[in-house]
């Protein structure tokens, strides 16, 4: 199995936006054959370029909600994912399905949507048969004012999720029953508590509750406080041994920019 995740960007708000000490661009997954790109934020097509990834290959945009470090970068991604953008008669060629909330379908020009084959407006709940993968829009609470969802696709030979951007709330485990890979944004190390977003302590005991244990938790979308301006290191490599020592997950990885990461490998 070729099935791939590349990290595009391990950071997420507004520092990180600003200083890039870590990467807002998003994350690739690769699967079935099938190249997605995942919340693209600033950034996005510089780090494309500076991994060698190739923008062409995507034809599967999802973006959770209307955060910039979430959505900025979507219309670049988008017209870059074709070589040729239209015809000598200017009728422009349609490539790649967008799942998103309506709130950025409105951000996005009309002369960037046209690009598109399909447009997918997406909450909580929602599925959609994906050329035979499904996909799932999960639970995410974060923003009271910015509709959001989380993505679940289940394949054949293993399920994995993203949760977005989230807190924790009372049913946030049992959605992911049965994933064996979660991609889980974490903002904040130990008990540094952010609004809306999760914290090393506050969303292990939720961990814990997911039946079957993942197989592996992939923590991605750091804040400042966790490595960045704010920090006064890099706490990344001791979250990961807590949520080693403190969960039943049986392998648990930190993303890097630019990390490219086996499916095969994170399931053995």
């Given at each position: 199995?070729?099935?791939?995740?590349?990290?595009?960007?391990?950071?997420?708000?507004?520092?990180?936006?600003?200083?890039?000490?870590?990467?807002?661009?998003?994350?690739?997954?690769?699967?079935?054959?099938?190249?997605?790109?995942?919340?693209?934020?600033?950034?996005?097509?510089?780090?494309?370029?500076?991994?060698?990834?190739?923008?062409?290959?995507?034809?599967?945009?999802?973006?959770?909600?209307?955060?910039?470090?979430?959505?900025?970068?979507?219309?670049?991604?988008?017209?870059?994912?074709?070589?040729?953008?239209?015809?000598?008669?200017?009728?422009?060629?349609?490539?790649?399905?967008?799942?998103?909330?309506?709130?950025?379908?409105?951000?996005?020009?009309?002369?960037?949507?046209?690009?598109?084959?399909?447009?997918v407006k997406f909450k909580t709940g929602d599925?959609?048969?994906?050329?035979?993968?499904?996909?799932?829009?999960?639970?995410?609470?974060?923003?009271?004012?910015?509709?959001?969802?989380?993505?679940?696709?289940?394949?054949?030979?293993?399920?994995?999720?993203?949760?977005?951007?989230?807190?924790?709330?009372?049913?946030?485990?049992?959605?992911?029953?049965?994933?064996?890979?979660?991609?889980?944004?974490?903002?904040?190390?130990?008990?540094?508590?952010?609004?809306?977003?999760?914290?090393?302590?506050?969303?292990?005991?939720?961990?814990?509750?997911?039946?079957?244990?993942?197989?592996?938790?992939?923590?991605?979308?750091?804040?400042?406080?966790?490595?960045?301006?704010?920090?006064?290191?890099?706490?990344?490599p001791s979250q990961v041994a807590k949520l080693?020592?403190?969960?039943?997950?049986?392998?648990?990885?930190?993303?890097?920019?630019?990390?490219?990461?086996?499916?095969?490998?994170?399931?053995?």
């Amino acid at each position: 199995m070729k099935d791939e995740i590349v990290i595009l960007g391990s950071g997420g708000g507004r520092h990180h936006i600003r200083t890039q000490h870590r990467a807002t661009g998003g994350t690739l997954f690769k699967f079935n054959g099938i190249q997605a790109h995942i919340d693209p934020g600033p950034g996005a097509t510089v780090r494309l370029a500076q991994y060698k990834e190739d923008p062409v290959k995507t034809e599967l945009f999802i973006v959770t909600h209307a955060h910039v470090d979430h959505y900025n970068d979507l219309s670049a991604v988008i017209e870059s994912s074709r070589k040729i953008l239209h015809d000598k008669n200017y009728n422009y060629y349609k490539k790649g399905t967008l799942i998103t909330t309506p709130e950025v379908i409105n951000l996005i020009s009309d002369y960037h949507l046209n690009m598109l084959e399909r447009v997918v407006k997406f909450k909580t709940g929602d599925k959609l048969n994906y050329k035979g993968v499904k996909i799932t829009g999960t639970k995410a609470v974060h923003s009271p004012i910015n509709e959001g969802f989380g993505i679940k696709f289940d394949l054949k030979e293993y399920s994995l999720a993203f949760t977005s951007d989230t807190m924790v709330f009372d049913d946030f485990s049992d959605q992911f029953s049965g994933v064996n890979i979660l991609i889980l944004n974490l903002l904040r190390p130990d008990s540094i508590t952010c609004k809306r977003h999760l914290c090393t302590d506050e969303v292990i005991p939720y961990l814990n509750k997911i039946y079957p244990p993942l197989d592996c938790l992939i923590i991605t979308h750091f804040g400042s406080y966790m490595d960045g301006p704010r920090s006064k290191g890099n706490f990344v490599p001791s979250q990961v041994a807590k949520l080693q020592d403190h969960t039943s997950i049986k392998k648990v990885v930190a993303a890097e920019d630019g990390l490219k990461l086996n499916i095969d490998e994170l399931l053995s």
